[in-house]
């Protein structure tokens, strides 16, 4: 099988999955048990955290919590700074985790203010700056790298030119397609709340972590035995935690090796489909490597996925969290017309695909788009 949905998830790395085994099947003890056993669980979970937080650049005194993933920790974030009257500001092409978590609030008596992206698929700055200089704005929530298209936000920049017009305003930043992918320095960005998933950085499913800074505040989502700190509630998930370090830790210190070599993959599939003028890149080269997307105008995505899928190589349409649905909030934010939405194939990759894959999936790709315009 050649994959080509690493945005969607990832195969678990061989090492994570060995640390996951040895915590389900040694040292399964909830670290909250009176005994020994469990005493030393939760100095393991400590280590843990350190390790996470040395590897994402976050400072001691600032925290960060352990949960299911994302899409929790997203609703977590945006549901603790909810207060009737206040005002967000997030992308138009945030992930659903996201932006539905706003529809709710909205409903509630927040004000939301979408901010539009450029072509390339990153956030209008200008617009932004005309936001948050005519409103007063309480929360900002936009994304490090986008799962549609692996545009990459200036966060930091993001962030200086929320602060600067207002203080008091809190940011927060999706990092699900940034960790491990690219350099991550949560201190450096300057954000106020920051999220993450192991599945896609070749950890396991159904854990990720939050960011959560020092005067940042934080309402839990889950009430109960007051685990993490009493912000998120139910016993540790200590082998996905132990394994989502592991393979956080891998991923960081091969991040550069990583992204050269996907890089080299996305270059060669823009070169491979650029004498095809029936295609339009939604991404450059100045994009995350590990996204690409892209449209066969007049063809439909879903149509050549399942035709690829027959010869089995597996990629995605949009994103796969809202395949189901419209979708593909980036690339109508972007402009994009409805059949190049419509057209629209992501390619994600990893540091797993071999260039002989890449190549191979090429060619059948070539091959089904050929003979899909023949029958037109
Ligand atoms: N944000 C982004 C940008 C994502 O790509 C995803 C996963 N598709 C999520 C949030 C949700 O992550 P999880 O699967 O951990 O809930």
Redesign the pocket.
């Known amino acids: 099988m050649i994959y080509l949905d690493n945005?969607?998830?990832t195969k678990i790395n061989e090492e994570a999955l060995k640390v996951f085994n040895e915590y389900s099947m040694e040292y399964y003890f909830n670290p909250s048990s009176p005994h020994k056993a469990g005493f030393k669980n939760s100095l393991k979970l400590c280590n843990m955290r350190d390790k996470a937080k040395e590897l994402l650049g976050i400072k001691q005194q600032d925290n960060l919590y352990f949960c299911?993933?994302?899409?929790?920790?997203?609703n977590a974030i945006l549901r603790s700074n909810f207060r009737e009257g206040a005002r967000f500001v997030v992308s138009a092409g945030?992930?659903p985790?996201?932006l539905n978590v706003c529809k709710d609030l909205q409903n509630k008596g927040i004000e939301v203010i979408y901010v539009g992206l450029n072509k390339d698929g990153t956030v209008n700055i200008d617009e932004l700056i005309k936001i948050v200089s005519e409103n007063q704005v309480d929360f900002v929530s936009i994304?490090n790298?986008?799962?549609e298209t692996g545009a990459v936000n200036d966060i930091q920049k993001i962030v200086k030119i929320c602060k600067t017009a207002n203080s008091k305003c809190l940011i927060h930043s999706?990092g699900?397609?940034a960790v491990g992918k690219i350099p991550v320095n949560i201190q450096a960005l300057g954000v106020d709340y920051y999220?993450l998933?192991?599945?896609?950085f070749c950890g396991p499913?159904?854990v990720?972590a939050f960011f959560v800074g020092k005067n940042a505040p934080f309402k839990p989502l889950l009430l109960g035995g007051g685990q993490e700190m009493g912000n998120r509630s139910g016993t540790e998930n200590l082998p996905g935690i132990a394994s989502m370090v592991k393979a956080l830790e891998i991923a960081v210190y091969n991040q550069k090796e990583n992204y050269n070599k996907v890089k080299e993959i996305k270059d060669f599939v823009i070169e491979y489909f650029s004498r095809d003028k029936g295609i339009l890149f939604n991404t450059t080269s100045n994009h995350s490597p590990y996204v690409l997307s892209m449209s066969v105008v007049g063809l439909k995505g879903e149509v050549l996925v399942h035709f690829l899928e027959q010869h089995d190589i597996l990629i995605g349409t949009g994103?796969?969290?809202s395949s189901k649905k419209a979708g593909n909030n980036s690339l109508q934010a972007m402009g994009l017309k409805r059949d190049e939405v419509l057209g629209s194939l992501r390619l994600s990759f990893s540091y797993n695909n071999t260039m002989d894959e890449i190549e191979k999936a090429c060619d059948k790709l070539e091959d089904i788009i050929i003979k899909q315009r023949e029958l037109q």
């Open positions: 945005a969607s998830t299911s993933g994302a899409t929790e920790a997203n945030e992930h985790s996201v994304m790298v986008s799962n999706d699900v397609q999220t998933s192991g599945h896609k499913k159904g990720g994103s796969a969290c």
